[in-house]
């Protein structure tokens, strides 16, 4: 290594021309500095972040002390957000679920990414409010209807950055995953958000325009939670929620609202598709005698299909970016 201010004696034959370049720019670099004009400085490493967002069924149910030995390792690689720092994502430890003792998604989708991206180290930010709507028409369980107004309590994340109609949950969330972006970047690293996973829609389904509206909401999120957090597009993996027959009455609207869900993916054919999203199905994943949350065992699964489904959608998107640069 050359120290700062040492220039070595080099006999200038043609053999030693790149020597010479290297020693130019070098000199180059030095005298913009000195007028003025610092060298650029060095790129910060990059970590991959992933939202991880929603209402019950996000927060989890699952009981930790069902889980089996090798669920209850730390995962390596794996870093949780609480309060003001990213910690090593630990089932025993972690503050994972305002319930002490129950774990969400985020388990079997730290697990199955770390599965399939050994070597990728992620962050989580997990935010969760039970029970609450997207539809700007709710403020939280009554149904207000009309246009969007102020201090709601809904995710309806408003059409800008400026948008005083944004629901206060949408506004929580962001302020949380803000603020974890802040951290990292004050510890040296630059924050990609990679993914949003979203375990949302019960709410909506109780009321008829929430859920007809339900796959517009959903590219409404998308959009400003990237705009939000100046992100490039990111996959939006979500769950269909309420696969249970017969549904309980309070979901009055849950086959159109299910119907909207399954539009919304990336993969459907139909108008109301969104570029990024894709869709979890459900079926198939037990749940708890309320026959909406999951149970130990149906959220091992759900956080599962989260992990693969992220990825499926991360080639997916490359591969049709890939195309679009060969057109």
């Not at 201010?5 to 720019?25: A, D, K, S, W």
């Not at 400026?162 to 949380?176: C, E, F, I, P, R």
């Not at 630059?190 to 829609?201: A, F, I, K, S, Y």
């Not at 309420?242 to 990336?266: G, I, V």
């Amino acid at each position: 290594m050359i120290e700062a201010g040492f220039v070595p004696r080099y006999t200038l034959g043609m053999r030693n021309i790149p020597l010479l370049c290297i020693l130019i720019c070098s000199l180059s670099v030095f005298a913009g500095s000195a007028a003025g004009q610092p060298a650029a400085e060095a790129e910060r490493p990059t970590v991959d972040v992933y939202l991880l967002a929603g209402q019950s069924n996000m927060q989890g149910v699952g009981e930790v002390a069902e889980l089996p030995a090798t669920w209850l390792e730390p995962i390596e690689g794996v870093y949780f957000w609480h309060r003001d720092a990213f910690r090593m994502l630990d089932p025993g430890t972690s503050p994972i679920s305002a319930r002490p003792g129950k774990f969400g998604p985020e388990l079997g989708f730290a697990r199955s990414m770390r599965m399939l991206k050994p070597v990728q180290e992620i962050y989580l930010v997990k935010f969760y409010r039970s029970g609450q709507p997207l539809h700007h028409g709710w403020d939280g369980n009554q149904w207000v209807g009309g246009d969007p107004a102020i201090g709601r309590r809904n995710f309806y994340p408003g059409e800008t950055e400026d948008d005083d109609m944004v629901g206060s949950h949408y506004a929580a969330m962001l302020t949380m995953a803000r603020t974890a972006f802040a951290h990292l970047q004050s510890e040296g690293y630059e924050p990609v958000l990679r993914g949003v996973v979203w375990m949302q829609g019960e709410a909506d389904a109780k009321n008829e325009t929430s859920a007809d509206e339900y796959a517009e909401s959903l590219a409404r999120l998308k959009r400003r939670i990237e705009e939000d957090l100046d992100s490039e597009p990111a996959p939006f993996v979500f769950g269909q929620v309420l696969a249970h027959e017969p549904a309980l009455d309070r979901f009055t609207d849950r086959p159109r609202l299910r119907e909207r869900m399954a539009q919304a993916d990336m993969r459907s054919g139909d108008e109301r598709a969104i570029e990024g999203v894709w869709m979890v199905p459900t079926e198939g994943m037990p749940l708890n005698n309320d026959t909406v949350h999951y149970n130990t065992e149906g959220m091992r699964l759900l956080g599962t299909a989260f992990g693969i489904a992220m990825v499926q959608a991360q080639h997916a998107l490359a591969a049709r970016a890939n195309e679009d640069d060969a057109e």
